[in-house]
């Protein structure tokens, strides 16, 4: 069981529904006469999903209230990212409050009245330090544990209590605590009868780009605090030299650990075969079609001063193009043999200019981390492939500098078609070579077909010759291009308006976006990175 209710699209999908219906507003703002909803989330977890809902709330004009807790084992709500994120989902309009936990006074002796309260007092420091804020409003943290009536106070140390008797009594409650719906689902509250008193509370672990189990949903939180922490390590360590040091004193070069290895080799399409087969023939003017096509894709026509990451760099063509626009370049690929591929291609046709490829996972978030900020992230056809499409979109958006741009083309989701590709593609990459080719051939000769049909239909000359679309944008030769699609597995796609939407939520705007329509091949993105 996957709990699809707890998605991104679908957390986006539930606004628009309260949004139409509800006044959003504050614990101060309550027992208004019109119908009204105070939607809360309780960060026990992850401030990361936290500041990514309230981007999705505030780009619909929708206020909601956010509870920190600063006793919690999962973050330190003063560190400077963690704090930062605070501050962002404060200065979207948000309220700002306190989520406080009876265990900080342990399990044996009941705290007194006065504890309580001074722990309050402490810990509303620690959040209005975090966030640059006042906290308005506070709720309990596993409030039923050993609490009596103390909760039911209409407030605590100038803050509106979120468990006071009166909004208890006075409010229709959801909840999805433990990542499940409490009582009744959401969905269900919001389609039915105009309530005119509703009390939402959301966790922000719970709700993830992809569906998954609640307990996958916290690991993934957890992980990622621990990468985190890693990333932040191996950045002092590079940027200090003492990678460098150590390994001098230890007698090892390279004292840093190698990119994980992401799933079986295998498994997969040996894409940098492919690339390598593609340089054999590769003329200037593909060079000058792959320029043009960058410099379009951009709306530049220089990319002088301009640092461009390319993420799976396969031959190096669109670095090389990158190149010649002037931009600084740097490019990595999780296949050697599109290292060796990039690598070549820019040392023949680059030398004297500022580009390195190296070997790199977009899913090694340390690794991602070590590469720093870009003015242009680029990833074309590269991220459907990872076996970890999401998580690799969102790994990508952080290399984006405040201002930069992100170009992305990721394969179109057309339904039951795109998981018979899947299915195509996985029997491909687990056939013998003979096979392989035979297939690429037989799908090759089905387009032909095709093409030939459409053009009949449309009384044109179902004969004519392909030569001149036969060069792809990009460079791309038609024979390669197809053994590509054949073979290009893993496989994973996408709906533009769940990556709009996914994107909106990390601080991205769409600025250009060319679909296939209902058709297989790839969308292709440009989005921005708000200041």
């Not at 139409?20 to 027992?31: E, K, L, M, Q, T």
């Not at 006065?114 to 975090?130: H, N, R, S, T, Y």
């Not at 804020?133 to 009536?149: C, D, E």
Request: proline share 5%; with cysteine; glycine share 8%.
């Amino acid at each position: 069981m996957t709990h699809p209710d707890f998605t991104e699209a679908e957390y986006a999908r539930l606004l628009e529904l309260a949004a139409a219906r509800w006044r959003f507003v504050g614990y101060a703002d309550r027992n208004l006469a019109e119908p009204h909803v105070i939607w809360r989330h309780d960060i026990d977890y992850s401030p990361h999903r936290a500041l990514a809902m309230a981007r999705q709330e505030a780009a619909r004009g929708l206020r909601c209230v956010y509870h920190i807790l600063p006793s919690g084992r999962y973050y330190n709500p003063i560190e400077p990212e963690i704090a930062e994120i605070f501050a962002k989902i404060a200065g979207l309009g948000h309220e700002i409050g306190l989520h406080f936990d009876m265990d900080v006074f342990g399990p044996e002796t009941p705290p007194s009245h006065d504890d309580v309260l001074a722990a309050i007092a402490f810990q509303k420091g620690i959040v209005e330090q975090a966030a640059g804020t006042a906290a308005k409003s506070m709720s309990f943290h596993n409030f039923t544990l050993n609490l009596g009536r103390l909760i039911e106070s209409e407030a605590f140390c100038g803050m509106t209590n979120a468990s006071a008797k009166s909004i208890v009594e006075g409010y229709s409650y959801v909840s999805d605590s433990n990542g499940i719906w409490r009582h009744r689902k959401l969905d269900e509250v919001l389609s039915g009868e105009t309530l005119p008193r509703l009390h939402v509370l959301t966790h922000p672990v719970w709700w993830t780009p992809e569906a998954m189990t609640p307990y996958k949903r916290f690991r993934r939180a957890v992980d990622g605090r621990t990468r985190s922490a890693l990333d932040f390590y191996i950045q002092v360590m590079r940027r200090d030299g003492r990678f460098d040091t150590i390994g001098a004193l230890l007698g090892v070069p390279g004292a840093l650990p190698p990119p994980e290895t992401i799933g079986d080799p295998q498994d997969r399409f040996a894409f940098g075969r492919n690339w390598q087969e593609f340089l054999q023939d590769l003329d200037a003017d593909s060079i000058q079609e792959a320029q043009t096509a960058l410099a379009q894709l951009l709306g530049k026509t220089s990319l002088k001063d301009t640092t461009f990451l390319d993420i799976g760099c396969g031959s190096g063509l669109s670095c090389l193009a990158a190149l010649n626009l002037d931009a600084t370049v740097r490019g990595f690929d999780f296949d050697n043999d599109s290292v060796q591929a990039a690598t070549s291609l820019l040392t023949a046709q680059a030398p004297g200019k500022d580009w390195g490829i190296e070997r790199g996972s977009v899913l090694d978030l340390p690794f991602m981390a070590g590469l720093g900020l870009f003015d242009i992230v680029y990833s074309w056809g590269v991220l459907h492939h990872t076996g970890a499409l999401w998580n690799a979109v969102d790994s990508a958006s952080r290399a984006v500098k405040p201002g930069g741009l992100l170009a992305l083309a990721l394969y179109n989701d057309q339904g039951g078609a795109s998981r018979r590709w899947r299915t195509i593609k996985r029997l491909y990459v687990a056939s013998p070579r003979a096979i392989r080719f035979a297939m690429v051939l037989a799908i090759g000769a089905f387009f032909k077909s095709r093409g030939a049909l459409i053009r009949l239909l449309r009384l044109q000359n179902p004969f004519s010759s392909d030569e001149k679309r036969g060069r792809r944008t990009r460079g791309m030769s038609p024979w390669h291009d197809l053994v590509d699609w054949v073979g290009g597995y893993p496989f994973e796609v996408a709906k533009p308006d769940d990556l709009v939407d996914f994107l909106a939520a990390r601080g991205f705007q769409l600025k250009r976006l060319k679909t296939v329509g209902n058709g297989h091949g790839c969308n292709e993105y440009l989005f921005r990175r708000e200041e």
